[in-house]
């Protein structure tokens, strides 16, 4: 079992940036493949982000993509995503999930998710 904790949310203005961190405890030794989700209120959950174990193999959604970097420190046990030119509709709560195996952008493929952390962007 892998326990993900999320933070680094908060307010911020339209075109600034943010950090966001997940720290993994528990079952941390064996390869697995990180994402970032975020949900909006209404909305469903969706894929903004993943890396796969080694850190070299990243995926985007389109709406992220050049603006967010996700990236992993396998040493900490730590997972980043780091966004840059913030939108209003990137405000969401934003989730760090883990699975065991290659790449998904579907939430249901991942079971272990944070407590979320939220995001607001202000015009």
């Known amino acids: 079992q892998v326990q993900l904790v999320e933070s680094g949310g908060g307010l911020v203005q339209a075109g600034g940036s943010l950090r966001l961190s997940c720290a993994a405890s528990?079952?941390?030794?064996?390869?697995?493949?990180m994402g970032w989700f975020r949900q909006a209120p209404g909305k469903e959950r969706e894929f903004v982000a993943g890396?796969?174990?080694?850190?070299?193999?990243?995926f985007y959604e389109d709406f992220v993509q050049g603006r967010f970097t996700i990236s992993r420190d396998n040493a900490k046990n730590m997972v980043y995503l780091q966004m840059n030119s913030l939108k209003p509709e990137d405000t969401a709560v934003y989730y760090c999930?883990?699975?065991?195996?290659?790449?998904?952008?579907?939430?249901?493929?991942?079971?272990?998710w944070g407590q979320g952390t939220q995001v607001t962007v202000s015009s």
């Open positions: 528990g079952r941390t030794d064996s390869g697995y493949t």
């Open positions: 890396i796969g174990w080694s850190g070299y193999t990243t």
């Open positions: 999930a883990a699975r065991f195996g290659s790449y998904s952008s579907r939430p249901t493929d991942f079971h272990a």
